[in-house]
């Protein structure tokens, strides 16, 4: 008889209850794939070239996705989904708990704040909360701040 730990319960039920009680999960709920909301081609449409998304066995794709620079693996960028960690909070006051310098953003989603130096973008539309942060080449940013709210916008207009 297969054995599953309580957290693998849990896990299938969230990935599978929603289906099953109300249609298709859309894109950006909890328990959907992220990966129709951000693709390798959007990052070509900011003028950043060679990008591919992560192995598959990289990451949970429900939860987040990893793009890399093809030609050395270096991670480029990583979106991934955020969540209240206590009752009624807000994506303002998560963001302010992770960052100091946490700023808003305006035309980006419902809400959205760059914060770590810019080099992190949280954002919310609806009920669906990510965050954005971009990787390193060296000492330097692959992202811009305004690339990351671009590629925000760009998963807002897919929700």
Do not use: H, W
């Amino acid at each position: 008889m297969l054995k599953m730990r309580s957290v693998d319960v849990l896990k299938l039920a969230v990935v599978l209850l929603p289906a099953l009680l109300g249609g298709p999960v859309e894109a950006g709920e909890p328990g959907a794939s992220l990966e129709p909301l951000l693709k390798a081609a959007d990052f070509e449409a900011i003028g950043v070239k060679g990008v591919v998304l992560a192995a598959p066995d990289a990451y949970d794709r429900v939860e987040q996705l990893g793009f890399e620079r093809a030609s050395d693996s270096s991670m480029v960028a990583v979106l991934a989904r955020l969540e209240p960690t206590q009752p009624g909070q807000t994506l303002g006051s998560l963001v302010k708990a992770i960052a100091s310098d946490a700023t808003p953003v305006s035309g980006v989603g419902d809400e959205a704040y760059s914060y770590l130096a810019g080099v992190a973008f949280g954002f919310r539309k609806g009920k669906a909360t990510f965050q954005l942060m971009s990787g390193f080449d060296g000492l330097n940013p692959f992202l811009s701040r305004e690339q990351l709210a671009a590629l925000a916008r760009t998963i807002c207009s897919r929700l």
